[in-house]
């Protein structure tokens, strides 16, 4: 257990995947020297994932590496990664989302037991975030056609309510944050001062934008299937988006009709309904 001695207030943002996890991260680590002159520390993503989820991956405690980080804090500290819900690759290989959360989240949060610990978390529309979570799978693994990822995953059966509830057997309700990522253009500042606890002016990153693959990126990587293997695709993925990025002229990789799309958004709004009622000590940012 992290000492509890020194007055901290900690922030654990879990994503999740594919909700600008990269682009809250990215900004935070642009202004870390600004931040830490607030009282605020930041742990870049490279370093949390080195000295924190990695260990926890591997099944070693968080807790020493935490006492240091804690020590070395001032008033605030901010850690963030979505691979602490588990990575792209395991998340779809299951009909449900984010099943195995409570492997990496439980021994993070009982290492900040006694700790005035806040958990944020963005939920996004089942339409838009399984497409996204399939561009990001292939970016990384070897290539798998959209068929074959969605057999495995069954869009139809994914809900966030029972994610909320695993994650609610780990952290109390009032503890919990969420807010939608479908507003997140709107609710940017209140994401920010949910996290820094406070507005600041922050400088924007100069991180590259990673965005989604066009439908044509995807569709052109599915026909070298038979004359390429998955790894040989994948390879090709950088390539192929600098052709025919995603934009105006090649809109992003939408694999739902548009029937099924409304079915899916109309399920995902009536599922934050259910965890509203259900959960409602949780906050949510926006109201």
Request: hydrophobic letters at 45%; proline letters at 7%.
């Amino acid at each position: 257990m992290a000492d509890i001695s020194k007055p901290l207030r900690i922030v654990l943002h879990l994503g999740a995947h594919k909700t600008a996890t990269t682009y809250i991260q990215d900004k935070l680590a642009a202004n870390v020297d600004r931040l830490a002159g607030h009282g605020i520390t930041y742990l870049p993503l490279a370093a949390m994932r080195q000295q924190l989820t990695g260990p926890i991956a591997r099944g070693e405690s968080p807790g020493e590496a935490l006492r240091a980080l804690i020590a070395a804090s001032g008033d605030r500290l901010v850690l963030s990664d979505e691979n602490l819900l588990r990575p792209p690759r395991q998340i779809v290989r299951k009909p449900a989302l984010y099943t195995s959360l409570a492997e990496r989240v439980r021994p993070m949060v009982a290492a900040l037991q006694g700790r005035d610990l806040t958990v944020a978390m963005a939920l996004r529309s089942y339409d838009e975030m399984l497409p996204s979570l399939y561009c990001e799978l292939i970016r990384h693994r070897p290539f798998v056609r959209w068929e074959t990822t969605a057999a495995a995953l069954r869009p139809e059966a994914v809900s966030w309510r029972p994610v909320i509830e695993r994650l609610l057997s780990i952290v109390p309700e009032e503890s919990l944050v969420l807010w939608d990522f479908g507003r997140f253009g709107e609710l940017e500042p209140q994401v920010f001062e949910l996290l820094l606890g406070r507005r600041l002016d922050l400088a924007g990153s100069d991180a590259p934008v990673r965005e989604s693959l066009s439908g044509k990126a995807v569709a052109a990587l599915a026909a070298l299937e038979g004359t390429l293997d998955g790894e040989e695709i994948r390879r090709l993925v950088p390539a192929v988006t600098r052709i025919l990025p995603r934009g105006d002229r090649y809109p992003a990789f939408q694999p739902f009709d548009p029937a099924t799309r409304a079915t899916l958004k109309a399920r995902y709004l009536a599922d934050l309904e259910e965890i509203r009622r259900g959960f409602p000590r949780v906050r949510w940012l926006g109201g």
